[in-house]
Nanobody
Framework: QVQLVESGGGLAQPGGSLRLSCAAS????????MNWARQAPGKGLEWVSN????????YYADSVKGRFTISRDNAKNTLYLQMNSLKPEDTALYYC?????????????WGQGTQVTVSS
C-alpha cells in the first residue's frame, strides 16, 4: 500500500533553515509528481510546491518562492523541501502528497504531516 512518511520538522528561529523529507513506498515513486502543502493553525490547506516525476519542473507558491526548494531523489524514493529564511508565518503542519500522474496536479495520497514551528 502507498505510504508517505514526513520527517524533519521542528522548531526553528526566524531566518533559520529546516529540511523536510518524505519517504515514499508502495508505488513507483519515479513515475509520479509530488507535492508539499501546509496547514497553519486555524487556517485551510495551502499548496506550497510541486515537482514533476523526473524533477524537470518545479513550482512554488508566491509565499515561499525564493526561500524554499523542492527536490527529489528517485533512487531513494524520497521527496525533500529545503526551507531557508524561515518566517513565523511558515509555522504549520507540512504534508507531502502523491499525484495521480507524472505531471499531474491532482493528488490521491497524503502523509500524516510534520510540524514546523518558527519562533524566537
Amino acid at each position: 500500500q502507498v505510504q508517505l512518511v514526513e520527517s524533519g520538522g521542528g522548531l526553528a528561529q526566524p531566518g533559520g533553515s529546516l529540511r523536510l523529507s518524505c519517504a515514499a513506498s508502495g508505488f513507483t515513486f519515479s513515475s509520479y509528481a509530488m507535492n508539499w502543502a501546509r496547514q497553519a493553525p486555524g487556517k485551510g490547506l495551502e499548496w506550497v510546491s510541486n515537482i514533476y516525476s523526473d524533477g524537470s519542473s518545479t513550482y512554488y507558491a508566491d509565499s515561499v518562492k525564493g526561500r524554499f526548494t523542492i527536490s527529489r531523489d528517485n533512487a531513494k524514493n524520497t521527496l525533500y523541501l529545503q526551507m531557508n529564511s524561515l518566517k513565523p508565518e511558515d509555522t504549520a503542519l507540512y504534508y507531502c502528497a502523491k499525484a495521480v500522474g507524472g505531471s499531474s496536479w491532482t493528488y490521491d495520497y497524503w502523509g500524516q504531516g510534520t510540524q514546523v514551528t518558527v519562533s524566537s
